[in-house]
């Protein structure tokens, strides 16, 4: 499917250690908990075995999104996080970043793309629906405050 309209406003790059103050914001301003830190991201920018993206919204030039994928010898790869902030939301962020996610992941010749998601984030499921995600497990209080896990695969 091709990038909606509203997406052609941001660039996608990979993450650099100089944006992790910006990403652990943007983490702050949209998740509760289950937050990577600053450290954390900057350590992931350089890790052989992730690909790490960020949205940059053109006309602010701010971080608007970011995924983080990890990939397994064997298993295949993991998106681990991925996030449009809240006032970019139904512009199409999540669904070029997970759109690179599928590239970089087919890229890297990984047959298996997996995630897990929260079973009360329905928008974010139909879309990883529309992008050929198949749900195959829920997994009871997975998130710190409890919530539930619906975890998803792609066949690439």
């Given at each position: ?10 660039t ?85 970043l ?20 929260r ?11 529309k ?26």
């Open positions: 499917m091709p990038p909606s309209r509203s997406a052609a406003l941001i996608l790059r990979r993450a650099r250690r100089s944006d992790c103050d910006a990403l652990s914001a943007l983490e702050k301003r949209n998740f509760a908990g289950d937050r990577l830190s600053a450290r954390q991201m900057a350590n992931h920018t350089t890790n052989p075995n992730a690909e790490f993206w960020v949205a940059v919204d053109r006309g602010s030039g701010g971080i608007c999104g970011y995924v983080l994928v990890f990939f397994h010898a064997v298993r295949g790869a993991r998106i681990y996080s991925v996030v449009a902030d809240k006032a970019h939301r139904g512009k199409g962020v999540g669904r070029a997970m759109t690179k996610a599928i590239a970089v992941t087919k890229a890297r010749k990984t047959p298996r793309l997996w995630l897990e998601v079973t009360r984030n329905t928008a974010a499921i139909t879309l990883y629906e992008l050929g995600f198949v749900p195959y497990r829920r997994v009871p209080a997975y998130y710190s405050d409890g919530a539930d896990a619906l975890k998803m695969l792609l066949n690439l």
